[in-house]
């Protein structure tokens, strides 16, 4: 037992020395998997001339007015006005920059960069939580921070420990792309197909992959997310991995990415489907949209429903899981707290909850 606590103190005590004023500290030191601003490589300026061409496309304009696509129409302005003016140099840079702009608000805990670092008290929360975080998920997977790594796309920040630069939303993607990883493993899934509906910024997606998946990952959200989405996971898997998008007919194949805009999911085949994943967004929507995503679900979803959301209600825009209205011939195999969140595990004030349905 002093062991384990005498290597907790000292993991929390070089996390927080990081945050202790010193005549070089330039709010960034410690929290920050950057120095500044970076510049753009080739790669991002081809993702760039991609992502001006698909904003442009006609799927961006069917975007629904919804909690999401408000935010993109309002906090996340200043991002997509340079998509808007077609610069793809000034694209290139924003995405290579991806996670010290505004864009990366609602998909990575704790708010935007500048945000957590309006003050000292923000910034010791943000490493609080993540500290919290990691603990936990040391339970599962060990003291491998590693296993959190980043691919070198959106200019990523977090606490760094061991040479790793680690955020609770690392340690979420992981974790909910682990139990997505074991579900295949366990159940013995041949040409896995998974659905992430509301995939943010990639996250889940990028640590199936990196943990060996070698099916097809169904990407759908709204238009401007899959953006955000579409240049992290091609920074991340260029070559390695195929892509599509709506332009394109959806197929199933191994070792491929598919973005999909959400008024496109009827292009799914009918039981195509083995896991479809939520996180975090269905709560998010209005109740008629979730109804539309669990008449899908129930015509593509052969398998297994795992969503991890909001369990009772913060604000006017949340609905809480109960209301979900899964379909009939889903059981529920399990529901408990969610795991990690800013406020993790047990903690009153989480109010997220994981649950896994089985198709009967």
Known sequence: MRDIVAKNVEKIYGCLTALRSNENYNYKVGIAYNKGFVSPDEVDVGIAKEIIKRYFGSAL?????TFWSNINQTTKRDFFSSFEEGNYNEVAF???????TSAIIGFWEGSSYSNIN???????????????NYLLWETLFGDRPELLALPKAGNPFG???KNE?????QIKCHYHASIVNNLIKEFSIK???????????GGVGYFLFKQGFKGTFIDVDIPKSLLIAQYFLKKAYNESIKFSDYTEAVKLEENKIILLPDSYISKIPASSVDIVINTRSFSEMPPVVIDKYMHEINRVCTKFLYHDNANFSSHKNETPANDFNIPKDFKCLFRTKSMFHLDCGMNTKNRFAEF?????
């Open 61 to 65: 304009n069917e975007e629904n007015s």
């Open 94 to 100: 924003q995405v290579a920059n991806l996670c010290l």
């Open 118 to 132: 309006k003050s000292w008290l923000t910034r010791k929360s943000f490493v609080n939580a993540t500290i919290r």
């Open 159 to 161: 606490v760094k420990y």
């Open 165 to 169: 630069y680690i955020s609770a939303s």
């Open 191 to 201: 040409n896995p197909v998974v659905l992430d509906i509301g995939g943010g910024y």
């Open 356 to 360: 896994l349905y089985s198709r009967i």
